[in-house]
């Protein structure tokens, strides 16, 4: 059962590639952040596992038309909160005060909802720019929520927040390929797969083959292009933002290197960012003299 407890999502954002809200920043800023990420975890968690969103204990917890109906019970939930009534779901009631002072819209937490309920049916994305289309539901919806919190989000910077974001679940794919794998997904391309001359067993496999070793190292270089592309965010912005979204950057660069380091062997272990590896990549980002963004 998932409850979407604080202390279970808090353990999660410590397992993330990057800083989910730092103690870099002020109070305010991270529990509005740990709220947004609390949320975006727990309707991934009800996509991809044996899920309880409802509270209820019947039903085929395992199967696709049960988790669909959880994740309408999610939306349903936003739709009460922003017409001004208690939610029901202890992690949508969370975001209550976040919405309200942050004057975040709704858009961008349905579209995470949407985002999982497509992962019921689409297991499969043949070519690279079909995974971004997933990426404008899956991941760049947090980065337009992260910029309104901060009270910055401009057009602008939510183009260049698109390809941060983008950046950094392509980087969690790479890494996740045997779980995602095991749950019945596959989020590499698959004419890169048939490039390669990779067939899905090789993606169930104790080690992971040169053949499959190639895949992902592409898939890396396309995220490292695209954090490139949005580097300029960071230097669009001042003061806390700046540090906060330096941060995310940071930890998509100190993944890639330790993909790189792993040689892009993603089946045989865990790869995860270096410790020594994320503040240097984040005063990197800081000191970046890109002209800002307006």
Not at 136 to 154: C, D, K, M, Q, R
Not at 251 to 259: E, I, K, Q, S, Y
Request: charged share 25%.
């Amino acid at each position: 059962m998932l409850s979407g407890d604080v202390r279970d999502i808090a353990l999660k954002a410590r397992r993330e590639n990057f800083p989910v809200a730092s103690r870099l920043l002020p109070r305010r800023y991270r529990c509005h952040l740990m709220a947004v990420y609390g949320f975006a975890r727990f309707v991934d968690d009800v996509g991809d596992e044996v899920a309880d969103a409802a509270g209820d204990e019947g039903g085929d917890e395992t199967g696709p038309g049960e988790r669909l109906r959880r994740l309408g019970d999610i939306d349903a939930d936003l739709i009460r909160l922003y017409a001004g009534q208690a939610p029901l779901l202890p992690v949508v009631r969370r975001l209550a005060p976040t919405v309200r002072q942050c004057s975040v819209p709704a858009e961008p937490f349905h579209r995470l909802v949407a985002a999982n309920r497509r992962d019921q049916s689409v297991t499969r994305y043949d070519t690279f720019d079909d995974l971004l289309a997933y990426c404008e539901l899956s991941a760049n919806p947090v980065g337009h929520i992260v910029l309104h919190v901060f009270g910055a989000a401009t057009p602008s910077r939510l183009a260049l927040s698109d390809q941060v974001c983008s950046a950094l679940q392509i980087i969690e794919h790479c890494q996740d390929v045997g779980e995602d794998y095991a749950r019945g997904r596959v989020y590499l391309p698959g004419e890169d797969l048939r490039r390669f001359g990779c067939t899905e067993a090789d993606l169930g496999g104790a080690t992971a083959p040169a053949r499959l070793r190639r895949v992902v190292a592409l898939q890396a270089r396309r995220a490292m292009r695209l954090l490139e592309a949005g580097d300029p965010l960071a230097a669009s912005l001042s003061g806390f933002a700046r540090t906060a979204v330096a941060g995310y950057i940071a930890g998509g660069r100190a993944t890639v290197a330790a993909l790189e380091r792993a040689g892009h062997e993603v089946l045989g272990r865990s790869v995860r960012p270096h410790p020594a590896r994320l503040p240097l990549e984040w005063s990197r980002v800081l000191m970046r003299g890109s002209e800002a963004v307006k």
